[in-house]
């Protein structure tokens, strides 16, 4: 559960696909990972099916710009529960070189799930019981933000 003050933060590399380099304790909290878990992955594994993708999009356009946004999304915590997510993306820099960017969760509001993120939910705890073929949403290891 997100409260006021909480730090979500996350550290990606500067380049494409822009992997995780580094999550705050309560970016790992919040979400339900550990860090071993989001190390080397994108912050893909969030997404779902009431992800906004064009809103996905902007953000990674903006990251192959090297120009800090903001955007508004819905993303996933690793338990498939739905929430509204307001995040800041911002490059950093060390003597001019792009060290990577800054991914910082401003503010998160609840989402009502609905019949799309029960059918979510439903498949990605059978996916990751191992009762189908698929590895599951925790997998994935490709893709931006």
Same mark, same amino acid.
């Given at each position: 559960?997100?409260?006021?003050?909480?730090?979500?933060?996350?550290?990606?590399?500067?380049?494409?696909?822009?992997?995780?380099?580094?999550?705050?304790?309560?970016?790992?909290?919040?979400?339900?990972?550990?860090? @071993?878990?989001?190390?080397? !992955?994108?912050?893909?594994?969030?997404? +779902? *099916? &009431?992800?906004?993708?064009?809103?996905?999009?902007?953000?990674?356009?903006?990251?192959?710009?090297?120009?800090?946004?903001?955007?508004?999304?819905?993303?996933?915590?690793?338990?498939?529960?739905?929430?509204?997510?307001?995040?800041?993306?911002?490059?950093?820099?060390?003597?001019?070189?792009?060290?990577?960017? @800054?991914?910082?969760?401003? !503010?998160?509001?609840?989402?009502?799930? +609905? *019949? &799309?993120?029960?059918?979510?939910?439903?498949?990605?705890?059978?996916?990751?019981?191992?009762?189908?073929?698929?590895?599951?949403?925790?997998?994935?290891?490709?893709?931006?933000?």
């Amino acid at each position: 559960m997100w409260v006021e003050g909480m730090y979500l933060c996350v550290v990606t590399e500067p380049m494409p696909p822009f992997a995780i380099v580094a999550a705050s304790r309560g970016w790992l909290q919040f979400c339900g990972f550990d860090a @071993k878990e989001v190390k080397g !992955r994108t912050l893909s594994m969030l997404q +779902g *099916p &009431a992800t906004e993708r064009v809103v996905a999009a902007k953000l990674v356009s903006s990251a192959h710009q090297g120009v800090a946004t903001d955007a508004v999304l819905v993303n996933y915590t690793k338990h498939c529960l739905a929430f509204r997510n307001h995040v800041r993306v911002h490059p950093f820099t060390k003597d001019g070189v792009l060290e990577g960017f @800054k991914v910082i969760t401003t !503010r998160v509001d609840p989402v009502q799930a +609905g *019949p &799309a993120e029960r059918s979510f939910e439903m498949w990605s705890n059978r996916a990751s019981s191992g009762a189908s073929g698929s590895s599951g949403r925790s997998g994935r290891s490709k893709g931006q933000s």
